[in-house]
């Protein structure tokens, strides 16, 4: 299959890091590379044409009319970092494809390499025993030792043995098959809201992931978004509780009404 990435601007870096993106699990990496993309104003610079890997299912009608067929955005992005001897280069699809998902991650890596990226990061939602009110901690997955070995003292978590589902996870084995260096950073989520976005966990991921890439960017408006979601988790977990205790539980003494009418009757 010939690739089908298209560059309307080529940038010439002396080297650069590569940032992919997918939707996953809590959206942590779309919400990571979206907000690290608009506040470093990166440029887009080309795309991937989405006819050999999606298929619209259905289209919008708006005033009873049809508008054309859809297609989920698969686009480049490019930013110069003036105190880096690396630039930045990003790739933010919109869906993961539901087939040949191997090829689109080759078409994403063409790029990486034709922009000379030394080393490629992805971001991704580590499921986890915590409650949705607890910091959620990184963890640190990488392609071979060097990275581990390089980024290690980052307040990250080393776990071993895990996976990473999708293609934020698939990405980075085929970078491995390539020879390209890899990382992922996967922020915590709790295990009963996985799935919900979870700005918190983004928060944790970016605030890690630009100290490493060398970027000075204000998180405090992710920091922002990931208290509402925080208040709107502890909502929805009172509204799941008295739901369950409506439902399955009894009270212990019987209604006003029917110790009234026994005291009736003990006259």
Not at 25 to 36: D, E, F, P
Request: with cysteine.
């Amino acid at each position: 299959m010939k690739n089908r990435a298209i560059l309307y601007k080529e940038p010439h870096p002396k080297a650069c890091d590569f940032i992919a993106a997918w939707p996953g699990i809590g959206n942590v990496s779309l919400i990571v590379a979206k907000y690290i993309r608009d506040k470093i104003n990166a440029e887009e610079i080309g795309e991937i044409e989405p006819f050999d890997f999606f298929d619209p299912i259905g289209v919008m009608v708006k005033g009873n009319i049809i508008e054309a067929p859809q297609f989920p955005e698969s686009k480049f992005y490019y930013w110069h970092n003036a105190k880096s001897d690396r630039d930045l280069v990003m790739f933010i699809g919109d869906e993961q494809p539901s087939f040949k998902g191997y090829d689109l991650a080759d078409c994403v890596l063409d790029v990486a390499q034709k922009l000379k990226a030394r080393r490629v990061y992805t971001c991704a939602a580590a499921i986890a025993r915590i409650h949705h009110t607890e910091p959620s901690r990184v963890w640190l997955a990488a392609t071979d030792q060097k990275p581990i070995d390089e980024l290690k003292h980052h307040d990250v978590v080393l776990r071993g043995d895990l996976q990473i589902a999708g293609l934020n996870g698939l990405f980075l084995g085929i970078a491995k098959e390539r020879g390209i260096e890899g990382v992922c950073l996967l922020g915590e989520v709790p295990m009963y809201a996985s799935r919900i976005p979870n700005p918190k966990a983004a928060l944790a991921v970016s605030n890690i992931l630009t100290k490493i890439l060398g970027i000075a960017i204000d998180l405090s408006e992710l920091a922002g978004f990931a208290k509402v979601a925080e208040e709107e988790m502890k909502k929805l977990a009172a509204e799941a509780m008295g739901e369950f205790i409506d439902r399955y539980t009894r009270p212990v003494w019987p209604p006003e009404e029917e110790e009234e009418e026994e005291e009736d009757g003990e006259d």
